[in-house]
């Protein structure tokens, strides 16, 4: 089966009792067990659930992965991976990660951890010490959209005998496969383009091989962060249409990149030319403020991957938790704006812009100020 039509076919034939085409929302918590000592195979839903089985095991079709793990949030699938790591290890980590990604490790995990430019193995491996357990990878980055050699840095890893783990929220299975790369688990903020709706948080871990998911599997159900049946059936209903999904947001984005690489209040457009989020600086962060009050198609708001386009000011949102002086190094300035480009009309996205970066120029404090009061 093709990944297409596999995306289409997640969660059918679940239900042979009535042969129900949609997956049925087994809203239980518990089991009834056929006699002592027996099972059906559910017991408790924290351990298993089968609504969530069903997407479980579409998430490890897709990636090509042994094991699928659903969670209640991008977070918690990360929480839980993370536990495979204590404070005698050390963990890689792509620098300029999702700020929620380095609040966990950092301020809540207390895993010892190295930043790390991941657009450059060697990097990667000079940063490696005797007692480095993972290297987490973000490809590509968010914001600034720079990607990575997984298969170089897959090697890289197992020769130290590290686990390689990529965050695939931003190109999903359609666009990217790390585990086909090399990687040993893909991590998934599911809320983004899985689910694709701004309708659902949700999270998910798929391992590579048996006995990596098998660990996983336990410490999600000692954890216990599982995501529930009506959420999982959301995530599993968004999957179905993820093929078309992905190609209308990267074409829309193709589009948006090209125009705003065009435009004379932008200074630079990052787009890695695949998928559907970019980042752009525009001349000056004085219009910052105009352009957000202005968009009318475009939504100011935080997240990414629904299909509503929404635009996004990494330095006081995604980003804020990242110390100013390393947003600056890292070049995330207070002039970036992130665009998670949605499905509609590309023509509406592009005119909402132009309509809104104009608005910004004429509502700019500094647009007449002297040349020498200018920042
Ligand atoms: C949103 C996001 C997360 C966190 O996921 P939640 O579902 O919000 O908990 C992790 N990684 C990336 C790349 C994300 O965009």
């Given at each position: ?90 963990v890689?980590?792509t ?34 010490r ?37 965050d695939n929220?931003?190109?999903?299975p ?87 690489a ?15 989020m ?7 962060a ?43 190094q ?19 996205i ?18 007449d ?5 200018r920042?």
């Amino acid at each position: 089966m093709k990944l297409a039509t596999a995306l289409v076919h997640a969660g059918v034939r679940r239900d042979p009792t009535t042969g129900a085409v949609a997956v049925p929302i087994y809203q239980s918590a518990t089991y009834q067990h056929p006699a002592l000592g027996q099972s059906t195979g559910y017991d408790y839903s924290r351990t298993k659930n089968p609504t969530r089985s069903a997407l479980e095991d579409a998430l490890a079709r897709l990636e090509g992965g042994s094991q699928g793990l659903a969670f209640s949030s991008g977070m918690a699938a990360l929480h839980c991976a993370l536990q495979l790591f204590g404070p005698e290890d050390h963990v890689l980590l792509t620098e300029d990660l999702y700020g929620g990604t380095y609040r966990l490790v950092d301020r809540i995990l207390h895993v010892p951890f190295t930043f790390v430019d991941t657009t450059r193995p060697e990097a990667v491996r000079a940063a490696l010490r005797p007692n480095t357990r993972a290297i987490l990878v973000e490809s590509p980055t968010n914001p600034l959209m720079k990607t990575a050699d997984i298969p170089a840095i897959a090697d890289i890893a197992h020769e130290a005998g590290a686990l390689l783990i990529v965050d695939n929220t931003f190109l999903t299975p359609w666009l990217q496969r790390p585990l086909e790369l090399g990687a040993d688990i893909v991590v998934h903020s599911a809320t983004k383009y899985l689910a694709g709706h701004n309708d659902v948080v949700a999270g998910a871990l798929v391992a590579r091989d048996a006995a990596l998911g098998e660990r996983l599997t336990y410490l999600q159900n000692g954890i216990g962060a599982i995501l529930g049946p009506q959420d999982a059936y959301l995530v599993i209903r968004g999957l179905k249409t993820l093929a078309l999904r992905m190609e209308k947001h990267q074409a829309n984005a193709r589009e948006v990149a090209a125009w705003l690489a065009a435009h004379p209040l932008v200074e630079r457009v990052f787009y890695p030319g695949v998928g559907g989020m970019l980042s752009f600086n525009v001349t000056e962060a004085a219009l910052v403020p105009g352009v957000l009050a202005s968009v009318q198609v475009c939504l100011f708001a935080e997240s990414l991957g629904g299909v509503e386009t929404l635009i996004t000011y990494p330095s006081t949102q995604t980003h804020a938790d990242i110390p100013v002086a390393r947003r600056e190094q890292l070049g995330i300035s207070d002039k970036l704006l992130r665009l998670s480009v949605g499905i509609e009309d590309c023509h509406d996205i592009i005119a909402d812009l132009a309509q809104a970066l104009e608005g910004a120029r004429c509502k700019n404090p500094l647009r007449d100020a002297p040349a020498a009061h200018r920042a």
